[in-house]
Structure formats: C-alpha cells, structure tokens
C-alpha cells in the first residue's frame, strides 16, 4: 500500500489579488500553514479602481483601515448616474444611511498599490508568498480529490506542492473551473469593456470629489469616471459589443472616443484632460461557477463569480468572499473535517449577494429602468438602494425587487449547484 505524501501546508491559495489575500491573511492568523502561488510579479497593473462602503468591514476584520485612513487614495463618499442626454441625479450620498467616519466614507484606489499593500500584509501575518510562480496542474490523490498543485516556477524549474486544501483565488481566469468545465455565462451580461486614463480632466468639488460617476448610453451600456490621487481618472465604457464595434469599428481608441463625442457629460469632463497611456479592452464580464468546492478544492472571490463591474462590487465581493472562506476553511481544519459540504454556507452567503448586485445590475440595463422613476413612485426605495449600492448584499431586498418588478422584469437566480461531494477527474 502506497502512503499518501504528507503535505506540505494545511493550504495552497492560487492567486495573490484580494480574495486570496485576504483569505490568507486570516488563516496564517489563526496559526495555519498558507501558501500563495502568485503567477506575476507586484505590483502590478488591474482594472477596478471603486471600492464601495461596505468594503469596511472585510479591511477592518484584515486589520487595514488604519492603512488606508493614512493612505493617499481618493476619498469616496457617494455615486452619482447620468442619462444619455447629460442629466445628472443628484448622488447618493452613503452618510444617509451609515456612519460618516466608517462605512459612509470609502476609497478610489490605485489597484497596483491596493493589491500589493493586501498581499505584503498576508506576509506580515504569516503567509509564505511566491510569486513569478505559475500552476499548471491540480494534483490528485488515489481517490482523485484534489490534493494539491504543480508549480512552475521562475527559474523554469518545476516542483509539486501538496495541501489538505486547495484554494482557487485566480480571478477571472477561473483556473480549476474552466478546466473542470463548471464556468457558466450570464445569459444577458456578456458586455465589452474598453477603458484608458486621463490626467488633468475635470472633476466634481468638496465632498463629490471622489464621486464614482457612471454615465448611460444608449445601448444598454455605461461609462465610468472613477476620481484617483493624482489628478488621474480612470474612464471607460461597458456596452454589448456589437454596439462598440458598429461600422466596423475594431481600435479600442476609436471606440472610446465615439462614445465620449456622443455624451455630453462626459465629453464636457474630459475636455479639459489629455489622455495617458494605453487603451484596454477585454470582454465576457460576467460569468460564474456551477461548483464552489469539491473534495480538496475551494473557489473564492471572481474565480467563483464575477459580476458585471457597473457598481464596483468586486473587491468588495472578492473581501468578503476571503474572509468568509477562511474563517469556514478555519474551522474545516479545526474540525479534521474539510468535506465539501463544510463549505455550503460559505457558498450559499456568497451566491445570495451575488444575486442581490446582480438584479440591481439588470434592473440598470434595462432601458424602461431610471432610479429617478423608481424612487418618484416609491420614495421609500432610495434607502434599500443605496443600501444596495453600498454592498449591504447580505440582506432581504424582497420589496425592493417587487418596486422594481413595477418597471421592469428581474432575472431568477443563476443555476448555481451545491457543493461538489464526489470527487471529478481533471
């Protein structure tokens, strides 16, 4: 009988953004031995700049606020829409429903700096991180469960590192899920997304200086303006691609300033600013996994669910997913029990809140849908959206969706399944 390798640490987390980051940072906190498997080297460039109120909560329970109290980062303190023609809304201000010295007051970050400040603290508390290390393979042990990866790292040499559980962190890229075959489409929220920068351009004053601006278009898409430090602001257009591309449009420059030319908020922003650096393009937004765990294997943050970005809850959503999956993986281990099943609630809490954005996300894009008609025919729902906007996600918003349903027509929930107790093959 061939023993099992003993294995090298109590968790193997496969990407070092912040959902497995965060999850790290807690779990060497609680004393277990973590591993970080990071592909490129910090810092390093990603998009997603916005963080919403209710990301507090997880920078508080990693031990972060003071940092970015100290931080240079943009303030934030609401976020405002505008219509096609250039009419703003007034913005909805977070302090109308939470404590200005908490989470009514959040940051527009350089995600570079972000990232890599989440990253070194995971290390301060105990993770060992690599990075320039890429996986190529989940190993499996005689009953096929997941028992660890295959690593290439740096120098080119190769080597296999073996954990009682693997955790997939890898962002959109879904490394166990694609290969596993459990990555799944929206069926409306397939978008493209082109964005750049500009220095110099125009911004709102006081207060609203850090306001997320998000402009509609006519097409069932949006703008960002996203306020940094620096007097740098990220901007960039989400919309159905065969919108961005008509006319046979294929340079992303061309693209952007089409849709700059055709609304008036946003060219009379950006009229004042110079563009810098590249353009960037990527499509697909929002998918999701069928599985979020399966004998030896955790998904966490946007390798478990990625969500159309128009109301910046993804690194909130990637925290709360980190801090969520350590504090179950925590007592898996504790208990000598890291059944898939352990992990049901950890699952169940992050596909609720997914679903919450997600309706709010569709609601949006559906041209018979304003916020300014909604709230007209039911004041009392500007509390629940700005609650919602904020990431209070883990609420009942069941009158809210029927006040919606008066407009427009909400989706069911995706298809997600329970956790995956058989184990598959690769």
């Known amino acids: 009988m061939v023993m099992p390798a003993t294995p090298d640490y109590d968790v193997i987390i496969i990407g070092g953004g912040p959902a497995g980051a965060s999850t790290a940072t807690l779990l060497a906190g609680y004393g277990h031995r973590v591993l970080i498997l990071e592909r490129e080297k910090f810092p390093r460039y990603h998009i997603g700049e916005s963080l919403i ?44 429903r939470y404590d200005i010295n908490t989470v009514a007051q959040t940051w527009q970050v350089l995600r570079s700096e972000f990232d890599e400040m989440v990253l070194r603290h995971a290390a301060e508390k105990g ?24 690593v290439k790292n740096a120098d080119g040499s190769e080597e296999e590192l073996r954990a009682r559980l693997t955790i ?18 929206d069926p409306k929220l397939n978008k493209v997304a082109v964005w750049t920068y500009y220095e110099g351009a125009s911004r709102e004053s006081g207060i609203d200086e850090g306001t997320t601006t998000v402009a509609a278009i006519p097409e069932k898409g949006w703008f960002w303006h996203i306020p940094q430090h620096g007097d740098r602001i990220s901007v960039g257009v989400v919309a159905e ?53 399966s004998p030896g294997l955790l998904l966490v943050g946007d390798a478990f669910a990625f969500l159309d970005p128009v109301f910046s809850s993804g690194v909130m959503l990637a925290l709360k997913s980190g801090v969520l999956a350590a504090d179950a993986v925590h007592e898996a281990l504790e208990a ?91």
């Open 53 to 96: 109120p209710f990301t507090f909560g997880p920078l508080e329970r990693l031990g972060l606020v003071d940092r970015m109290k100290a931080s240079h980062f943009q303030k934030k303190y609401s976020v405002m829409f505008i219509q096609p023609d250039g009419k703003r809304s007034q913005p909805f201000y977070f302090h109308t």
């Open 127 to 150: 993770a060992e991180v690599r990075e320039e290390c890429t996986v190529t393979t989940l190993l499996r042990d005689a009953h096929n469960a997941v028992s660890g990866v295959r």
């Open 168 to 185: 997939d962190a890898t962002g959109k890229e879904a490394f166990a899920s694609n290969r596993l075959g459990w990555r799944l489409p």
């Open 241 to 293: 691609g065969k919108y961005l591309s008509r006319d046979g449009v294929r340079d992303p420059k061309e693209m952007m300033d089409r849709e700059i030319a055709g609304n008036p908020w946003m060219r009379e922003h950006l009229a004042t600013g110079r563009q810098e650096g590249e353009y960037w393009i990527t499509s697909e937004y929002s998918r999701h996994s069928k599985y979020g765990a």
């Open 336 to 426: 000598d029990d890291l059944s898939p099943g352990r992990f049901a609630g950890y699952a169940a809490a992050i596909r609720a809140s997914v679903e919450n954005m997600r309706k709010l996300v569709y609601a949006f894009y559906d041209p018979k849908f304003s916020f300014k008609d909604l709230i007209m025919r039911f004041p009392e729902a500007a509390g629940a959206v700005t609650d919602c906007l904020s990431g209070d996600l883990g609420r009942d918003y069941t009158e809210l969706w029927a006040q919606i349903g008066e407009f427009v027509e909400l989706p069911d929930d995706l298809p997600y399944g329970a956790p995956l107790t058989e184990a598959v093959p690769a």
